[in-house]
């Protein structure tokens, strides 16, 4: 099999094709950037029966499956995308990141 030869400057040509490439890309996701998208944090889950939902009363308990300090998972648009723990801000709920899933898993379990 014969070996491809390079001219000396061709990698950086490659480079600078590159980099140009991701520019144009970063440039064209401009476009999405102000789409307004719905997050949604999930405290846990858990399954009951009718009769347990027709007893629900003010002051019922709904015991979930997830344990005390365990991350919550955060919803993009229904999707998981991070887990992370709650926090206080300024009087308010809030979620401080602590873990991202990596987008493509995130496609491939939509699909």
Known sequence: MAEEKTKPG????NESAGSQKLS???????HFLDIPLSISVELGRANITV?????LQVGSVVEL???V?????????G??????EVVVVNERFGIRVTDVIDPL???????
């Not at 061709?10 to 040509?13: D, H, N, V």
């Open 10 to 13: 061709a990698k950086k040509e």
């Open 51 to 55: 009769k347990d939902v027709v007893a």
């Open 105 to 111: 898993e995130v496609v491939r379990s939509s699909v």
């Open 24 to 30: 144009e890309a970063i440039s064209e996701l401009d």
């Open 69 to 77: 300090g365990e991350p919550m998972e955060i919803y993009i648009n």
């Open 79 to 84: 999707l998981v995308t991070a887990r992370g």
């Open 65 to 67: 499956h997830k344990l």
